[in-house]
């Protein structure tokens, strides 16, 4: 049955193959969006930035905000993720 249904699918590998490259560089994104070391350096580079003259107070807030909530969220999966290794 394994080979038959291999057969059949086959005209699909293609499609099958983009949607894993997908879900991957989606999950690299994702990763990458939200990892703390990350967002901690960019809070530096935006405080540097501000002192340095490159982006007025507005920006700096805004950007700020902006990268707070990402930590916020960073740190909320990460207690998440800390308590399902926990659960099993």
Do not use: K
Not at 25 to 31: G, K, L, M, P, Y
């Amino acid at each position: 049955m394994g080979i038959f249904t291999g057969l059949i699918t086959l005209p699909l590998a293609p499609v099958r193959g983009v949607a894993w490259v997908a879900e991957q560089i989606a999950a690299e994104a994702d990763r990458q969006l939200y990892d703390e070391n990350q967002i901690r350096a960019e809070l530096l580079q935006l405080e540097l930035d501000f002192d340095d003259g490159l982006i007025d107070e507005q920006e700096r807030r805004d950007r700020e905000e902006a990268l707070l909530d990402r930590l916020a969220v960073s740190q909320e999966r990460a207690a998440m993720a800390r308590e399902e290794d926990l659960d099993g």
